[in-house]
């Protein structure tokens, strides 16, 4: 019923046959929450980790909103390198993401991202997951939410911090977010009205 030589229709196709297949990885490792299941090609230890920092974040978004988390369990892959992370989201989404630490796609509900290597999982790599962690969460509620909204929030939970499954704290100061904004004042230039 679909017309086979229409671009986007193709392109929409094999993205779906690439999702379905997963990344190419030579061992997967899996680990599984109440409300996500979690694959990377890095580690069980990984696996697990990325999975109830998920699960911690997601508990506070629903609290935060006072809703209740969808039985269905959330997709998230974690690559062990740059260059899979990449080439994944080119096979499924045509677009290379690279200047991203992670995404999330809504046509798919899948978050991606990969283990920064120079930091392991430090503050940048579970701010990522934190940040598009709310993306994956508020779009099943509200699909069409302003950009400026949905970024604005996400950059606000980004800046939490997870202890032992728990939210500990959140809204913190984003070490590079200030020290872009402090060179960007340095310079010279004044604020946009």
């Known amino acids: 019923a679909l017309d086979p030589a229409d671009d986007e229709i193709r392109s929409l196709e094999k993205g779906v ?3 379905l297949r997963g990344p190419l990885w030579k061992q997967t490792f899996t680990a599984e929450t109440a409300h996500f299941t979690v694959r990377t090609d890095v580690s069980q230890a990984r696996a697990g980790f990325y999975a ?6 997601a508990d506070f978004y629903a ?3 006072g809703i209740e988390l969808p039985a269905r369990k959330a997709d998230a ?5 740059q ?5 994944y989201a080119e096979l499924t989404l045509e677009n290379r993401v690279e200047s991203t630490l992670g995404y999330y796609h809504p046509v798919y509900d899948q978050l991606l991202l990969f283990e920064d290597k120079t930091e392991g999982a430090g503050p940048e790599t579970l701010r ?3 940040h598009e962690g709310f993306h994956q969460f508020i779009h099943p509620l509200i699909p069409h939410m302003p950009y400026w909204l949905n970024e604005g929030v996400a950059e606000y939970f980004g ?3 997870v202890k ?3 939210v500990v704290r959140t809204g913190l100061v984003q070490e590079g977010r200030l020290a872009g904004l402090q060179s960007y004042l340095t310079a010279g230039s004044k604020p946009i009205p």
């Not at 109830?52 to 974040?57: D, N, P, V």
């Not at 892959?77 to 390198?81: D, I, N, P, R, Y």
């Open 63 to 65: 609290r935060t909103f």
């Open 17 to 19: 046959r690439n999702v």
């Open 128 to 130: 990522v997951v934190y």
């Open 83 to 87: 260059e899979g992370y990449q080439t």
């Open 159 to 161: 800046a939490s911090e």
């Open 77 to 81: 892959l974690v690559f062990e390198t």
């Open 52 to 57: 109830q920092h998920l699960e911690a974040i």
């Open 164 to 166: 032992d499954g728990k």
